[in-house]
C-alpha cells in the first residue's frame, strides 16, 4: 500500500469512527412545566450539568402549565430523535397519555419533583422529595411554632393538590397537626405559584382567621408572600412561617427572622438524579423507579453550616 493509499484510508477510518461516535451521543429532552418559575429553571440546570458530564446533547422545551403543549412536546422531542426525557409535568393527572406514548416509543423518562399519577408503573425513574414525610416534619415544625407563639391555629399555602407531591404534603401535615393539636383553619391552593398570588392567599389568610398562629408555606413564593403581608402588618415573628424548598430569597428571610425555617428541596438534584437514571436505562444500567431525596430543615442558626451549604449546592445554581 503506497503511503498516499494508506493516507486515504487512515482518513476514511476517522471520518467512519467519527460518524459512529456521532451516532452513539445520546440526547435528553427537558420538559418543564413553565420556565417562568425558578424552580423548574433550577431543575433544567441540573439536567444540562449532567448531560455535559455524561456526554450528551441537551434540549429543553416549556409546556406553559398546559397539558396539550405538554404533549406536544413530547411528541417533537420524539420526532427530533431525542434518546431520553426528563420532565416536571404540568400535574400528576396529565401523565397518561404521555407515558402510553413515551411507551410506545420506548423512550426512558425520569420525573422530577412531581411524579406521575399514582398508581402507575410504566416509567423509568421519579425523582422526587420524600413529600409525605417531609410534610408531617413540617407540619409538626409548624405546629410547635404556633404553640411557642401562644396559638394553636394553622394555615395553609398550597400547591395545586391535583399534584401527587402536593397530596403527599398535605397528607404528612394534616396527620401532624391532629398529633400536635393543632388546626388547620384553612388552605389555599396556589394556581401560578406567584408572590403577588401568595400575597393575596396570606392576607385573605389573616383576615379570615386573625389568630393563626403559623403558616405552611408548600413552596417557596408561599414563604416570600407570607413574610411580606407579616411585614405589612407589624406582625413579623409575631406568626411563625416555615416553607419548603428554598431559595436565595427566602434564605435571605430566613437570616433575618422574616421566616423560621426552610426544608429544602434539591431542584438541582432531582435534575441531575433523574438524568442519571435515564442514562442508566439507555446504557442498560442500574435503575431506581422511585427515588425520594430528603429534605432537610435549615433553621437561621444552621444555615451556614458546611452541612447545609452542601445540600443548598443542590437546591439551586451557584451563581443564584
Sequence with gaps: MTTKTLALATMAAMALAGAAHAQEKKTVAYIAPS???????????????????????YVEYTSENSPAKQMDNARVAVTKGVDAIVIGPVSSTSTPPLLNFLEGEKIPIAFAGIGPQPGLTNYTSSVTANNYETGKAQGKFTCDLAKERGGKQVGMLSLPQDRENAQKYLKGATEAFTAEGCELVQMLETRGLTINEAVTQANDLLTAHPDIKGIYGMYDEAGTGAAKVLETRGLTGKIGISVADGSPTTIGLLKQGAIQGIFFQEAVG?????????YNALA???????????????????????EAQKVIARVFPPSK
Design 35 to 57: 420556565l417562568d418559575i425558578s424552580y423548574w429553571q433550577w431543575v433544567g440546570y441540573g439536567v444540562k450539568q449532567k448531560a455535559e458530564e455524561l456526554g450528551m446533547d
Design 270 to 278: 432531582q435534575g441531575i438524579d433523574g438524568t442519571q437514571q435515564v
Design 284 to 306: 442498560g444500567g442500574e435503575v431506581t423507579q422511585d427515588l425520594a431525596l430528603v429534605m432537610p430543615l435549615v433553621t437561621a442558626d444552621k444555615v451556614d453550616s458546611a
